[in-house]
């Protein structure tokens, strides 16, 4: 019995003690840790595992690009008015625009002619045309004036905010016109039906401007 009883108090201080040293490899561990992130933390940022370095983190100032965000600092209040300002600027509209197709507003045969206007080099202006899916163009920056005026001799004042219709028609088609300058302004659409002046702008055009006929325009 008391040799048992020996054996059972060898058993127990046997367990006990390896408790404690599993807790304090415990301890020691958590302490490496700890001391692993806070090493980690005063480190400066290492590329990452493809060599690229991390982003740092820049404070963001309403409408300035990223790539403008280094100058922010610098930068006065004249000069983040005007970043904006460009950022938001719509682009210009056509000078002239004229379309004419189907009922659905396909152009496999009728026109789309318009001049766009260029507010960055006015000498880069052009006619571009698109004519039964053929396409050209023409440089016009020297007789932008020169086109206007004919365009306004053909009387499409009159035509400013007209919607011309033909009622009792489903297929047919469309048309859409506008010219935005100061010396003219008008803008009109129809289906199926035209102003008087129709032909005659037509005209202008063709002989003067050297936009082709389209099969749409030998139907009518």
Same mark, same amino acid.
């Given at each position: ?8 108090? $060898?058993?127990? @201080?046997?367990?006990? $003690?390896?408790?404690?040293? @599993? ?48 100058? /922010? ?18 682009? /210009? ?24 206007? $260029?507010?960055?080099?006015? &000498? ?10 053929? #396409? ?12 206007? &005026? ?25 048309? #859409? ?8 302004? +008008?803008?009109?659409?129809?289906? $199926?039906? #035209? ?18 006929? +389209? @099969? ?5």
């Amino acid at each position: 019995m008391d040799e048992n009883t020996e054996k059972k108090k $060898n058993h127990r @201080k046997h367990y006990r $003690n390896r408790n404690k040293d @599993k807790a304090k490899r415990d301890k020691a561990e958590e302490q490496k840790k700890n001391d692993g992130q806070d090493k980690k933390s005063d480190r400066p940022d290492r590329p990452d595992r493809h060599g690229r370095q991390k982003k740092q983190d820049f404070p963001r100032k309403q409408g300035i690009k990223p790539d403008a965000r280094d100058k /922010a600092d610098t930068a006065t209040e004249e000069d983040l008015e005007e970043i904006s300002s460009r950022s938001k600027r719509e682009p /210009a509209e056509p000078v002239f625009e004229f379309t004419w197709g189907d009922a659905w507003g396909l152009y496999g045969t009728g026109y789309h002619v318009v001049i766009k206007d $260029n507010e960055e080099n006015k &000498d880069k202006l052009y006619l571009s045309w698109s004519v039964d899916l053929k #396409y050209g163009e023409m440089r016009i920056s020297q007789k932008l004036q020169e086109f206007l &005026d004919d365009i306004k001799a053909c009387g499409v004042q009159s035509w400013d905010g007209q919607r011309y219709t033909r009622p009792g028609i489903i297929d047919g088609d469309t048309w #859409y016109f506008k010219v935005n300058s100061l010396a003219v302004k +008008s803008e009109a659409q129809g289906t $199926n039906e #035209y102003p008087a002046e129709w032909k005659q702008l037509l005209c202008c055009l063709h002989e003067k401007w050297g936009v082709p006929v +389209s @099969k749409r325009e030998q139907w009518e």
